[in-house]
């Protein structure tokens, strides 16, 4: 793998039934600008072949990543549901 984010790109990619993504950050992982950039790609590459989400879900988002939140959300237009929770699950 290039990265420790590398596979959400493939994942995106190769999912054509994907409709619905939930991530939940934890203490042992991190949502970092290596994650908004390989999932920017893989939204990227869904709406090339004609794919888009109707859902998206996440918990504990860090707070200071606003303009790369949206460069994941920009290639789905037509979202029905955004859901941002900023409580850790416990």
Same mark, same amino acid.
């Given at each position: +793998?290039? @990265?420790? #984010?590398?596979?959400?790109?493939?994942?995106?990619?190769? +999912? *054509?039934? %994907?409709?619905?993504?939930?991530? #939940?950050?934890? $203490?042992?992982?991190?949502? @970092?600008?290596? &994650? &908004?950039?390989?999932?920017?790609?893989?939204?990227?590459? +869904?709406?090339?072949?004609?794919?888009?989400?109707?859902? +998206?879900?996440?918990?504990?988002? *860090? %707070?200071? $990543?606003?303009?790369? &939140?949206?460069?994941?959300?920009?290639? #789905? *237009?037509? %979202?029905?549901?955004?859901?941002?929770?900023?409580? *850790?699950?416990?």
């Amino acid at each position: +793998m290039k @990265s420790n #984010h590398y596979w959400l790109m493939q994942v995106l990619g190769r +999912m *054509p039934q %994907l409709h619905t993504v939930k991530f #939940h950050k934890n $203490t042992d992982n991190s949502i @970092s600008a290596d &994650f &908004f950039k390989f999932m920017a790609k893989g939204m990227a590459y +869904m709406k090339k072949e004609g794919r888009e989400l109707k859902k +998206m879900s996440f918990t504990a988002m *860090p %707070l200071n $990543t606003g303009d790369q &939140f949206y460069s994941i959300l920009k290639h #789905h *237009p037509n %979202l029905i549901c955004l859901d941002v929770n900023r409580e *850790p699950l416990r």
